[in-house]
């Protein structure tokens, strides 16, 4: 049996990297010139408010460029980069616009008469997914001959890495990616997310960018370096479990891939794997894909260490969905700077869809709507705190915690979309952070 191709090489700009990298794995034989041909990138957010750190969270626009300037020379036609990235009113359509012009894709469209689209204002088709798993899909990617599949050489919180497979998930309408984190038909987030490739067509091309990587992504509170490494791949599988290596994971490790290695049965040691290029062992790097938690789970480490008392902000799970994990990202750091060293009135936060409160407490905040339902009516909470709505008001979410007597600072959730600007300051001054890479000249 032929062993399938994945090329990873050093990024060069100078060098046309991403062009040798598709060259090395093959990744366009018999790809007819008329294929209708659809590009996801990973714009996993955006925010018109402030400038936030785009490396290792979203795919530079230059490996953008440059696989629509390798599809045209190749001479495809008929291109379409599509996303639905999430902002924080599901109904705005202004924010995906502006993070189309700021990365440069209106350019794209100019230079090469390719078609950009927020996914959230074209149709969606029920689908079968397989096993049970049912989503509504954008109908672009659904009715196109060729995929390029452009995700972030990065670990993922709930999913350990978020690569090609995961990068799918951005294909489906917003109640499908809140059902992926439901539990209640029996299926986890890790079994949901191995049947995204049954939206592929029958050949596609996988280009990691590890121009930049994330450790604990998928988002900018992640920590994030400069690795200049491209992996690429026909076979979409075989990318992701060479992008799972290049951050130190085995199959066995990652439990949408090693579903996907067991149901396809492939080989979990990469052995049915031709690397070209660089060699993995060199490009190796360990990155962690959870946030640290007491070995209770009962309360962040950093927290812990600031001596946090009457408070349990329990650990997340896979059942938190997208919306309430960025509210997470400003609320956890707002909540430790509202110690001030008195204990608080043993205060339990719940997130996600399934926990339950634990007895004793004095008062239980319910975070969003899936919590309020889960637990409107369980006889251990004392006092119920609730935030109702979703995506969770910001207002709503301030007077709660302010009603519990954590009095967090109103403008870092009700402005939450000035937060990620907050981050910004880690990455000043180092020029390895370059934001030429996300604009396009």
């Not at 990365?103 to 959230?120: A, D, P, S």
């Not at 997914?129 to 670990?155: M, Q």
């Not at 995961?166 to 079994?191: E, M, P, V, W």
């Not at 009700?414 to 890479?437: C, H, N, T």
Request: net charge positive.
């Amino acid at each position: 049996m032929d062993k399938r191709l994945v090329s990873v090489v050093r990024y060069d700009e100078a060098a046309r990297s991403v062009e040798g990298a598709v060259a090395l794995c093959d990744g366009l034989k018999g790809v007819p010139r008329d294929a209708r041909t659809f590009i996801k990138p990973n714009i996993v957010f955006w925010t018109r408010r402030v400038p936030f750190p785009k490396w290792g969270v979203i795919t530079t626009s230059r490996v953008v460029a440059d696989v629509v300037a390798v599809l045209k020379a190749y001479g495809i036609e008929h291109v379409t980069i599509g996303e639905g990235m999430v902002t924080y009113d599901p109904k705005d359509v202004a924010t995906p616009a502006h993070a189309f012009e700021m990365l440069g894709y209106r350019r794209l469209e100019e230079r090469y008469g390719v078609r950009c689209v927020n996914i959230h204002e074209r149709p969606f088709r029920t689908v079968d997914l397989g096993e049970g798993i049912r989503a509504k899909v954008n109908a672009d990617i659904l009715e196109s001959d060729f995929v390029v599949d452009l995700p972030v050489l990065k670990t993922h919180s709930q999913t350990v890495v978020s690569l090609g497979v995961k990068n799918l998930k951005g294909c489906l309408d917003i109640a499908s990616r809140k059902a992926f984190h439901d539990t209640r038909d029996g299926l986890g987030l890790h079994r949901k997310v191995s049947g995204l490739p049954g939206m592929l067509p029958e050949r596609s091309l996988s280009i990691v960018d590890g121009i930049f990587t994330n450790e604990r992504g998928p988002g900018f509170d992640g920590r994030i370096r400069r690795k200049d490494i491209l992996v690429a791949s026909a076979d979409w599988l075989s990318a992701d479990l060479v992008g799972a290596a290049l951050l130190g994971y085995t199959p066995e490790e990652v439990p949408h891939l090693d579903y996907l290695v067991k149901k396809m049965g492939r080989a979990p040691d990469l052995r049915d794997i031709e690397i070209r290029g660089e060699k993995i062992a060199d490009q190796r790097l360990l990155h962690a894909y959870a946030f640290p938690y007491t070995k209770d789970g009962s309360l962040p480490v950093p927290m812990k260490r600031m001596a946090i008392e009457g408070l349990a902000y329990r650990q997340y799970d896979q059942t938190l969905c997208t919306y309430c994990a960025l509210l997470s990202a400003a609320l956890v750091p707002a909540v430790a700077r509202a110690w001030k060293g008195e204990p608080w009135n043993e205060v339990e936060v719940l997130t996600g869809k399934v926990m339950r409160p634990t007895p004793g407490k004095k008062k239980t905040i319910l975070l969003g709507k899936c919590m309020y339902l889960a637990n409107r009516n369980h006889p251990d909470i004392a006092e119920m705190l609730a935030v109702k709505s979703c995506p969770p008001s910001p207002e709503e979410v301030v007077d709660v915690f302010h009603r519990a007597g954590i009095f967090i600072e109103r403008g870092l959730i009700e402005d939450i979309e000035a937060v990620p600007g907050s981050f910004m300051q880690k990455y000043e001054g180092k020029p390895e952070f370059d934001e030429r890479l996300f604009r396009i000249p």
